[in-house]
T-cell receptor
């Protein structure tokens, strides 16, 4: 049973550029959430997708956007990258249970 | 607003000794509480959860957690620590405001188990 997968593993971008991160949920899961984990901090909720709709959003600017596909996979897009966007981006999936299962993350470095 | 606090940045324990990693929470309504572990350069692994019922919850890898409503605490415990338990531990609470399910995490506690 494949767990949550994310790609790429690492990414280096320049300020002002745009980035797309990808996530495939655990088999059987239909809800995908994205979190940002800055160095030395706990994960912070970005947004959640269900049935291809964003249904909840955390305190992140509109530069952060996402998408969910019919197969439940998801993308996180960040426009106009800032140095402060450097972090580990975590995708988590769930289905009708309170706990969420996390992928290994994508480490984004903005220079 | 829902929140969790992990008062210790780091916990040091000798292998074979019992370990406790502390967590306190603030929620409106009944709390849904979780513990996750993060190894270097890895995502978060789910350890255990408290939803309702017995105050002592058993989870993966021999970990357990004790829910204490009067002290608003949810401490993670293990009777005998292993060097391989060394990792970053996060306590989380479910925030169901808006009708949906997101997790609010503490800042994390680094557990170091010494041989």
């Amino acid at each position: 049973d494949a767990g949550v997968t994310q790609s790429p593993t690492h990414l280096i971008k320049t300020r002002g550029q745009q980035v797309t991160l990808r996530c495939s949920p655990k088999s059987g899961h239909d809800t995908v959430s994205w979190y940002q984990q800055a160095l030395g901090q706990g994960p912070q909720f970005i947004f959640q997708y269900y049935e291809e709709e964003e249904r909840q959003r955390g305190n992140f600017p509109d530069r952060f956007s996402g998408h969910q596909f019919p197969n439940y996979s998801s993308e996180l897009n960040v426009n106009a990258l800032l140095l402060g966007d450097s972090a580990l981006y975590l995708c988590a999936s769930s289905r009708q249970v309170p706990e969420q299962y996390f992928g290994p993350g994508t480490r984004l470095t903005v220079t | 607003a829902q929140s969790v606090a992990q008062p210790e940045d780091q916990v040091n324990v000798a292998e074979g000794n019992p370990l406790t990693v502390k967590c306190t929470y603030s929620v409106s309504g009944n709390p849904y509480l979780f513990w996750y572990v993060q190894y270097p350069n890895r995502g978060l692994q789910f350890l255990l959860k408290y939803i309702t019922g017995d105050n002592l919850v058993k989870g993966s890898y021999g970990f357990e957690a004790e829910f204490n409503k009067s002290q608003t605490s949810f401490h993670l415990k293990k009777p005998s620590a292993l060097v391989s338990d060394s990792a970053l531990y996060f306590c989380a609470v479910r925030d169901s405001s808006g009708g949906y399910n997101k997790l609010i995490f503490g800042a994390g506690t680094r557990l170091a188990v010494h041989p």
